[in-house]
């Protein structure tokens, strides 16, 4: 049989032609075998809870009824499996003018999840095999399957998030609107977004940027003004486990109080960030790729940076990984880069993967019994592994903050010769 007639051969032309469309296939493939055989998720540490399909989507459905009922949706919800009082902005229970209950949630959640798996392939739009298998390697990551398994509502928030790449796409007006108020109402939905106003820095030409980066802040600010008096029930405390992340995690096992952490962790990323910036050790994020790419790199980070040093986190926050990693794997492969470039990108995507994959393989292994502790042992070794394992986030953390205020720096200088050219 001639390699041209090889149907192995004829497949890898096809895919090595069409990469998105391999993407496609792994990632559909992945998630439609983790719902078919639920126990691979909890082998791997994915808890369910019950029959309750898409349990987060099901909470916001749940406060809709609540109010609908003429209950109060913030306190105990005898409507939701697990009694949870709504603790997003009000502005989720609008989602009962649309007439939707609970009754709806497996299509909600089906919805939320659909929007996400088009947005994260239209956005990535890998453009080798390889790359493809990379973009695999993250989809098909714990953290991702925890965000799809439970349908949470930062799904909606990612596909808000991608709606700021408008910003730079084309020189008509209209789309630069669709990204400002992408970016409002995420901030209204979810709080955390405001910091994306700080992506807006990226847009090009650089002539546009401050009219965009202060409709950004101005639109930000009127979101949170909105929904200020609901930003508390926000808070509360997720404990020290698997699949979560956040600064706090570290600073937990030395007796310190997450209060206590959040000033000494923003010292420690800022100060880090500087170095690493002043070294020319992360360079790229402004000149390097397309203006949307290099924005959207920017926005993942920007959102995971602040929630990792604002608090502990589920590890569903990792969805928003997937711009910068498509970002630094091309930075990573580039032989027009520098060596060093390419070695601190290549740095990064190992970190990711580690940071994605680590604590699922924890729970493959202890949940398949290759690891037998008593639980004395198992609360020794949580510790153990939290201490091992916490230094990874960290490192990607610091990157990411010098990618970003070297390019933050960088455009306000470019901007600033700009302005005083004669």
Not at 245 to 268: I, K, N, Q, T, V
């Amino acid at each position: 049989m001639t390699g041209s007639n090889n149907p192995r051969v004829q497949l890898a032309g096809f895919f090595s032609a069409r990469p998105v469309a391999l993407l496609v296939l792994l990632t559909m493939s992945g998630w439609i075998a983790g719902g078919f055989w639920p126990s691979v998720l909890r082998t791997l540490g994915i808890l369910g809870y019950g029959n309750t399909q898409f349990l987060d989507s099901y909470a916001v459905l749940a406060a809709v009824d609540a109010v609908r009922a003429g209950a109060d949706p913030h306190g105990v919800n005898p409507l939701d499996p697990l009694m949870r009082g709504h603790v997003y902005s009000d502005w989720w229970l609008a989602l009962r003018w649309l007439g939707l209950t609970r009754a709806h949630n497996f299509l909600v959640g089906l919805t939320w999840i659909a929007g996400f798996a088009l947005t994260a392939w239209a956005t990535a739009r890998p453009r080798r095999m390889l790359e493809s298998i990379w973009l695999g390697a993250v989809l098909l990551s714990p953290p991702f399957f925890l965000a799809l398994d439970r349908a949470n509502n930062d799904l909606v928030i990612f596909i808000l998030l991608a709606g700021c790449g408008w910003a730079v796409s084309t020189p008509a007006r209209w789309p630069r609107w669709v990204a400002i108020g992408s970016l409002g109402l995420a901030t209204g939905l979810k709080y955390f977004p405001a910091a994306a106003a700080l992506g807006f820095l990226w847009v090009r030409p650089v002539r546009r940027m401050p009219a965009m980066f202060l409709a950004a802040l101005v639109v930000v600010a009127l979101s949170l003004v909105s929904v200020w008096p609901d930003i508390n029930r926000s808070r509360f405390i997720i404990p020290s486990t698997v699949h979560a992340m956040g600064a706090p995690l570290w600073w937990r096992e030395f007796g310190w109080a997450d209060s206590a952490s959040a000033l000494p962790s923003l010292l420690l990323i800022v100060g880090g960030a500087l170095i690493l910036a002043l070294a020319r050790v992360t360079v790229g994020l402004l000149t390097e790729g397309s203006p949307t790419e290099r924005l959207r790199a920017a926005l993942g980070a920007i959102v995971l940076l602040t929630c990792f040093i604002s608090g502990v986190n589920y590890a569903y926050r990792w969805i928003f990984i997937i711009w910068p990693a498509i970002w630094l794997w091309r930075q990573a492969i580039d032989p027009a880069l520098a060596v060093r470039a390419r070695w601190v990108a290549r740095v990064a995507c190992v970190t990711i993967f580690l940071c994605l994959w680590l604590d699922g393989l924890l729970c493959f292994i202890i949940n398949q019994g290759f690891l037998i502790m008593t639980q004395t042992q198992m609360n020794q070794f949580d510790v153990v592994w939290r201490r091992s394992t916490q230094p990874l986030p960290w490192l990607l953390m610091l990157l990411f903050a010098g990618w970003l205020l070297e390019a933050g720096l960088a455009t306000v200088k470019e901007w600033w010769s700009l302005r005083h050219e004669p």
